[in-house]
């Protein structure tokens, strides 16, 4: 009797479709940041609304957890962190517009700061990424002085686009991930077919000084 609990074929289908789900949930993101690329300000209060809600959730959590752990030594600790986590998600729900412009600020000093040191650390070191760091380095200064200079007008349409690019380019490779495994399910079990026929049993051979009952 065939085993069928390891049945070559089946497995094959299983993680083929496994591979299309994947495909599926990125070309969704795609269309999500597509969508939000387009209309950017309400891609940024959809970010800030689900930042808030992780924020809310994750203080919830963690103020669960330190009560378990109340007998340690960090449960005060924990119970700060997760009131503050707890705090900053009501009030980034209550007021995404503004969560939006702080955080738009925070972005542009962030650019700023790390292209500065990037272009700093190049001058440096000078290694043999040398090029490529400076590059790096000029484009996040430019791109934080843009973000500045915008602000806080630009709010409203700069963490909209950077979510849509992220969806866009995560859905992206999902696609290419969930194409490709399928890709190579299908050439495996295609390689595998020709062996499974060989293997095949063959029927036993009659004897013929075997009297035939």
Request: net charge positive.
């Amino acid at each position: 009797m065939r085993d069928t609990t390891h049945d070559p074929g089946r497995e094959g289908k299983r993680l083929s479709r496994s591979f299309g789900r994947l495909a599926l949930l990125g070309a969704v993101l795609v269309l999500g940041g597509l969508f939000g690329l387009v209309y950017t300000g309400l891609a940024t209060l959809t970010s800030m609304l689900l930042f808030g809600w992780l924020l809310l959730i994750g203080g919830a959590v963690g103020l669960l957890h330190a009560l378990e752990s109340r007998r340690t030594g960090s449960f005060w600790l924990a119970v700060v962190v997760a009131a503050l986590n707890i705090a900053a998600g009501f009030v980034v729900i209550r007021h995404p517009a503004e969560s939006a412009e702080a955080f738009t600020m925070f972005a542009a000093l962030l650019f700023l700061t790390g292209g500065v040191f990037r272009l700093v650390g190049s001058a440096v070191v000078r290694g043999p990424q040398f090029g490529w760091t400076l590059l790096q380095g000029a484009f996040g200064v430019l791109l934080g002085l843009l973000v500045l200079f915008g602000w806080p007008e630009n709010s409203l349409y700069v963490l909209g686009t950077f979510f849509s690019l992220a969806l866009l380019f995560d859905g992206l490779g999902l696609i290419a991930m969930g194409l490709g495994g399928r890709r190579v399910v299908g050439l495996v079990a295609g390689g595998m077919a020709p062996h499974e026929e060989h293997r095949r049993p063959e029927a036993p051979e009659t004897d013929p000084h075997r009297p035939e009952k």
